[in-house]
């Protein structure tokens, strides 16, 4: 079995079945995916992050397609049905609809007017129309008995029917095509229940081929239907279906009656059976694959979050902006450490301007503090102007920037937010939190539910439990690319790092807390809990940036440490001199590769560290946005340019936060002067981009973008 599925899995991601094979076997014996992706390249082909997730997927869905087929096979060999025919159909089909299609009529039903007639003896009266070899007129007052309550030759023949209807529903060479048919030709059509002006406004009244219908459409129909307020189905013309039912059954020597028999129990079996059979699976289907891309824009956008480029050296003044209970202030230093809180009051109700100003200014000053980070929450508007006012007004030489605080009340409310600040109420903390998002994105994250950060699209709405799983993936893979300070980590940030659970997360922390610092990966091992296994999977990713063995300060596994050592004294470099780039010769991989004993991309990937020691992949990408003017949303104007960051991207565009509160909406048809199949294909979340201002409308709070044309700022 395992042979099929990998010729499966490779032929559908276009890999090599040997890697593919040994893959299986690598995750099958516990090892994680960033290890095998990071220090298995040889046996894996250099299989990326990625690429192995993928494989995951295939892996279980293939397992699970073998699993059911072979159910389905012992199924049908209990109950005695089981041909040469069906065993075949079943070994041939490529997929679980289709294995169900087999199954249907087999499958053990409640009790339905098809059992019914059956219990009254009509079969043969229903194989006797089906086959159209005899008047089915002239052979019904046969099947008249008063006892099993047949009591006409019309009631015979409408129990009949009755099973004909249900033995056309169930036909599993006939479905295929149906299903088919109404997915190419059908309607997904949708209208109001009670109207009112909301979200649904534009599905009070819309009608769109299923073939072309959006996911994002199809998730809001959803939503729309289970909150009672739109009516969905779907529409076909059932008078091109009926010839395909009817061709099907076609006899050469089909009587009259036989035939107006079988067209009435054709008709019967679309309407009542067939058809919202077809129409279940159909938008299920559409469902299922909404769901998909509504999970892999959430992946992505929360990649892109996750890996925003720390904010190295910065001294932080954070601000929750609240209007009735004043705006929360946290300084951090340049590590993140509290220094100190304080409450201000710089907008309405209270308006404390100057108070405020001296009480910002003070702190400041006494912590030497060279930026500001604002929420972008309620009051956040008000804020920001105070902060740009008081900037300009005393010339200080500091810079802010708007932070989206998605999340932010979650992390403060939680018990790991209550541990870690005990002394503080929940807005001090969500204060915190936004100071170091600013100073690491990632490290601050993922300590919230992703769910609730604010990058997805209807993520409510979506398969919970396949979301956790791809989101959880996410945050490993961006945790163990960039490589985590165990010396400084967080337990939310270790529990993320290959082959270590929460448990061991903590238990690390609790060693580091109760002996000091780690001074070399070897010390791991005294972690309780942390045995040989999760050890091999984590020590790669897990870096000490003091350790006297310079190996530990880099991504090298301890597993190669004698290859990398051995290296060192083949290319005549010490420790003293990794880091510097320039000092590392130029090398034949291959023959250095032969003479170690060890795999060219385990070669290769050494060599990259004895050059860029631990270096941290989101330095390549650009910085975050930091402030010195600001505008109202009253001062935008047509055409206006302006410099943004992308806070979200969803199916049909990407929201930009311009500075002014509210985000505005660059549509996927503003995006980019040549056609793109989605907006991934052209902007990601944090990006900073330029855009110009097409509409603005204050009181829907709704501001129009566009990326066409708009030049450098």
């Known amino acids: 079995m395992e042979e099929i599925i990998s010729r499966c899995i490779a032929e559908a991601l276009n890999l090599d079945q040997r890697h593919v094979l040994k893959v299986v076997e690598l995750l099958d014996e516990g090892n994680t995916i960033p290890f095998i992706a990071r220090y298995r390249k040889e046996v894996s082909g250099g299989m990326t992050d990625e690429e192995l997730r993928l494989l995951v997927e295939k892996l279980s869905l293939n397992r699970n397609l073998e699993n059911r087929r072979a159910d389905i096979h012992r199924f049908l060999d209990e109950q005695g049905v089981l041909t040469p ?111 009112e002006s909301g979200p649904y406004e534009m599905y009070y009244d819309y009608r769109e081929p299923c073939r072309k219908v959006q996911p994002h459409r199809i998730l809001a129909m959803n939503r729309g239907e289970r ?37 009435e129990a054709i008709k019967d079996s679309w309407k009542r059976l067939l058809f919202p059979s077809l129409e279940r699976e159909i938008r299920s289907e559409l469902t299922q694959k909404a769901e998909e891309q509504a999970i892999r824009v959430f992946r992505e956008n929360l990649r892109s979050l996750l890996m925003i480029p720390p904010v190295r050296g910065k001294r932080i003044l954070a601000m929750d902006p609240g209007l009735r209970t004043g705006c929360k202030i946290a300084c951090v230093d340049e590590r993140g450490k509290l220094l100190e809180t304080a409450i201000i009051f710089p907008i309405p109700p209270r308006n404390q301007k100057e108070k405020a100003a001296r009480t910002v200014l003070a702190l400041l000053e006494k912590h030497a503090l060279n930026a500001i980070a604002i929420g972008n929450g309620t009051g956040g508007r008000g804020t920001e102007m105070f902060v740009v006012e008081l900037l300009e007004a005393h010339q200080q030489e500091v810079a802010y920037t708007v932070v989206n605080e998605a999340g932010a009340s979650v992390y403060s409310a939680s018990k790991l937010g209550q541990a870690e600040f005990p002394h503080l109420d929940v807005s001090e903390r969500s204060a915190v939190s936004l100071a170091r998002r600013v100073q690491d994105a990632m490290a601050e994250l993922v300590k919230i539910d992703p769910r609730s950060i604010g990058v997805g699209q209807y993520q409510h709405d979506v398969n919970q439990k396949k979301l956790t799983v791809v989101l959880e993936g996410v945050v490993e893979s961006c945790v163990n690319q960039v490589g985590v300070d165990l010396n400084t980590a967080s337990p939310a940030l270790l529990e993320h790092v290959a082959g270590i659970n929460k448990t061991v997360a903590v238990n690390i922390v609790s060693y580091r807390e109760n002996n000091g610092p780690f001074n070399s990966r070897k010390e791991l091992k005294k972690v309780p809990k942390l045995g040989p296994a999760a050890f091999k999977q984590s020590a790669g990713f897990l870096r000490i940036s003091t350790a006297e063995n310079y190996l530990d300060r880099t991504a090298v596994h301890p597993e190669s440490y004698d290859t990398a050592e051995k290296l060192m004294h083949l290319i005549g470099i010490g420790p003293e001199e990794l880091g510097q780039g320039g000092t590392i010769p130029q090398v034949n991989i291959g023959e250095l590769a032969e003479a170690l004993k060890v795999g060219e991309p385990t070669l290769r990937d050494i060599l990259e560290e004895f050059k860029k020691p631990a270096r941290d992949p989101r330095d390549d990408l650009p910085q975050p946005v930091f402030k010195k003017g600001i505008m109202n949303m009253e001062d935008l104007k047509d055409n206006m340019e302006i410099q943004g960051v992308v806070r979200n991207v969803v199916d049909f565009g990407a929201f930009v936060d311009i500075g002014v509160h509210v985000d505005g909406l660059v549509h996927i048809s503003q995006l980019s002067n040549r056609f793109i199949k989605h907006p991934l294909d052209v902007v990601k ?21 566009s990326m066409k044309e708009a030049s450098s700022i």
């Open 85 to 195: 025919e069906l065993e075949t159909s079943i070994q041939k089909a490529s997929n679980v609809t289709e294995l169900e299609d087999i199954y249907r009529p087999f499958k053990p039903k409640k009790r339905t007017r098809g059992t019914t007639a059956r219990e009254k003896g009509l079969e043969p009266l229903a194989q006797l129309i089906l086959k159209g070899q005899k008047d089915p007129e002239d052979a019904a007052p046969q099947f008249i008995d008063e006892e099993k309550e047949v009591l006409t030759a019309p009631a015979a023949l409408a129990g009949a029917r009755d099973i004909i209807a249900e033995i056309v529903s169930e036909e599993p060479k006939l479905r295929p095509a149906l299903r088919s048919f109404v997915f190419k030709d059908g309607f997904i059509v949708t209208n109001v229940r009670s109207k």
């Open 227 to 263: 909150e009672e307020i739109l009516n969905i189905k779907i529409e076909v013309d059932e008078t091109k279906a009926f010839p395909m039912i009817q061709a099907f059954y076609k006899q050469n020597n089909v009587t009259t009656n036989a035939e107006l028999q079988m067209d």
């Open 685 to 705: 979340v944090g990006d900073i981009v330029n855009v110009r201002v097409l509409s603005v409308d204050t009181g829907k709070k709704r501001i129009s973008l």
